[in-house]
């Protein structure tokens, strides 16, 4: 039997537009005599369509477009596996399954409910579906098909121990003669899931004697990127296709004649070029898929402004990226040569747009209320304020949107203006710690100097007062990230945590404020996801609390 995996975009809500792609992917697969298309969970709206499905005409909608992809299986003469939405008929519930649906010869023929709704991270499954009751085969071909979709297959306590279902749908479909596993997924990026994924596929396959298909969606809907990486393992474990990461490719191969055995992958700690990768697709795809092309930039002359703006540009073009330099008394002559110098090396056009003017505007019309009370943040962030005002009008002027540059060392601890810094529509490195950043400063640069090195071997400086430094206020960032990891991708008390060797006083000073800041990041922009614990909607902490741990 031929197979097509289909790694494709969709777009959340867009139910004709993704019809169309299915449609396109399927000329594309009949063309080589393909049997069977698969496409990935929830194709048709998108995934994830979140309170889209609250919505009964929507669903309708959802439901309604399984008659095209009905006729496209009778038009192509090529059958079609596809996740999409269907009404369950229960009278208790949600009244919704999130399907595999399969059609052939003009009719659908199968449908396999997905079985685990994941109730963790980013995920909410269980506030809109029904979980499925049975888990069923599809005889097709010369093949009995075992169809999981994503979760379904991730019951392993070796990979996920604080996660656990009492069903096992991959293990009951081998019980059931499955020839052929297949997993069709909306599966999100973070820095180590590619490894996992392959760990969980090669244990079915190694456990069941049976090959593997995984077939991911790819692209970004919002904060989550989806990069694809779609697999073929066969049953002793050897990969035999890996699909390219972040980016759109069918791929078409027999079942009975697998392509040969291929290599894995190192496993990197940190594969930079993934992040890279991954946060120019969220980029690309956050403006294609709202309607804009263009971002504007606070260029600092700083290493956080300098590689948002390299990554914007490798997103969406130097021609649609305007940086601008609004210097201040305190900003160094360093600073402002550092963003021209950046500016000219990627290309851009480069605003000057002094603030001191109108800062001591601010100050001059503020003097009567503020009388003789000593400078302090206010003054600061004051300045923050207005660079933040001056890019919101730029983006408002020329229907562009503003790009935040804050990282998540900073957005962790509160190191942020409201209003100010914070503005903006995307906070595109805040879920990279500012020790990652540098690292990732350096791999733009590992064949150019695009980012000059003043603005990598610089100390970090917000320049809001005079001689002003980032460890005035915070730990060194290597120690503030090590704790940050700690504390929030780990999970651990600041006891654990002082435990292992880190010093008290500052541990609990980080684990205090990433409490106290809570009310900062609840107004942050978006923040694109590329680490396993990112700030936004998967990580939901409460404001107006007090707790310790």
């Known amino acids: 039997m031929r197979v097509a995996i289909a790694q494709l975009n969709p777009v959340v809500g867009d139910i004709a537009g993704n019809i169309r792609q299915l449609e396109t992917a399927l000329k594309q697969a009949c063309s080589q005599q393909a049997d069977l298309l698969v496409l990935p969970e929830l194709f048709i709206t998108g995934y994830p369509p979140k309170d889209l499905l609250e919505l009964p005409?929507?669903?309708?909608?959802?439901?309604?477009?399984?008659?095209?992809?009905?006729?496209?299986?009778?038009?192509?003469?090529?059958?079609?596996?596809?996740?999409?939405?269907?009404?369950?008929?229960?009278s208790t519930g949600r009244g919704i399954y999130n399907c595999a649906l399969g059609f052939h010869q003009g009719e659908q023929v199968f449908c396999q409910p997905k079985l685990?709704?994941?109730?963790?991270?980013v995920f909410d499954e269980t506030r809109y579906f029904d979980p499925g009751s049975e888990v069923a085969l599809w005889n097709f071909g010369d093949e009995r098909l075992g169809i999981s979709i994503c979760e379904d297959a991730w019951n392993l306590p070796q990979l996920q121990p604080k996660y656990r279902y009492q069903l096992d749908p991959v293990a009951e479909q081998a019980r059931l003669g499955a020839t052929l596993l297949l997993n069709i997924a909306a599966?999100?990026?973070w820095l180590g899931k590619p490894a996992l994924r392959l760990a969980m596929l090669k244990h079915h396959c190694t456990r069941h004697h049976l090959p593997f298909i995984f077939v991911n969606q790819v692209g970004a809907n919002d904060e989550l990127i989806f990069d694809g990486n779609s697999l073929i393992v066969d049953a002793d474990g050897n990969i035999r296709a890996n699909l390219k990461p972040f980016q759109e490719q069918i791929f078409i191969f027999d079942t009975r004649a697998l392509p040969p055995a291929r290599p894995a992958a190192a496993d990197k700690a940190e594969d930079l070029e993934s992040v890279?990768?991954?946060?120019?697709?969220?980029?690309?795809?956050?403006?294609?898929?709202?309607g804009f092309q263009k971002a504007v930039i606070g260029l600092s002359g700083g290493i956080d402004s300098a590689v948002t703006a390299c990554l914007a540009v490798a997103a969406l073009g130097p021609e649609n990226v305007l940086g601008v330099t609004m210097p201040s008394e305190f900003s160094s002559q360093g600073s402002v040569d550092d963003s021209r110098l950046l500016a000219a090396n990627l290309g851009i056009e480069l605003l000057t747009i002094p603030i001191t003017p109108l800062f001591r505007q601010f100050l001059t019309c503020l003097k009567p209320v503020f009388g003789d009370r000593p400078w302090d943040e206010t003054e600061e962030n004051i300045q923050a304020r207005l660079r933040g005002n001056i890019l919101m009008a730029l983006a408002n002027k020329f229907n562009a949107l503003v790009l935040a540059t804050g990282n998540k060392s900073e957005l962790a601890v509160g190191y942020c203006t409201l209003y100010g810094d914070l503005s903006g529509s995307l906070a595109v490195i805040g879920d990279l710690p500012k020790t990652m950043v540098y690292k990732l400063a350096r791999h733009i640069n590992r064949s150019q100097e695009i980012i000059p090195?003043?603005?990598?071997?610089?100390?970090?400086?917000?320049?809001?007062?005079?001689?002003?430094?980032?460890?005035?206020?915070?730990?060194?960032?290597?120690?503030?990230?090590?704790?940050?990891?700690?504390?929030?991708?780990?999970?651990?008390?600041?006891?654990?945590?002082?435990?292992?060797?880190?010093?008290?006083?500052?541990?609990?000073?980080?684990?205090?404020?990433?409490?106290?800041?809570?009310y900062k990041r609840r107004q942050a922009p978006l923040v694109l996801r590329v680490t396993s614990r990112a700030f936004g909607t998967?990580?939901?902490?409460?404001?107006?609390?007090r707790y310790q741990d």
């Not at 095209?68 to 008929?89: K, M, P």
């Not at 990891?485 to 541990?507: M, N, R, W, Y």
């Not at 998967?538 to 609390?545: D, E, Y």
Request: charged share 25%.
């Open 57 to 90: 005409w929507f669903v309708q909608k959802a439901e309604l477009a399984l008659k095209d992809v009905a006729r496209l299986s009778h038009h192509y003469r090529c059958a079609i596996l596809v996740g999409g939405v269907i009404r369950s008929q229960r």
């Open 116 to 121: 685990l709704l994941p109730f963790y991270d």
């Open 187 to 189: 599966s999100p990026f």
């Open 276 to 290: 890279y990768q991954a946060l120019v697709l969220g980029i690309r795809d956050y403006f294609r898929k709202c």
């Open 453 to 518: 090195q003043a603005i990598i071997t610089k100390i970090p400086s917000a320049e809001l007062r005079p001689n002003q430094k980032d460890e005035d206020t915070l730990p060194p960032y290597p120690l503030l990230d090590q704790i940050l990891e700690l504390h929030i991708e780990a999970g651990q008390s600041a006891d654990e945590i002082i435990a292992q060797g880190l010093p008290p006083e500052t541990v609990r000073w980080v684990v205090r404020q990433v409490a106290r800041m809570e």
């Open 538 to 545: 998967g990580r939901r902490f409460p404001i107006a609390a």
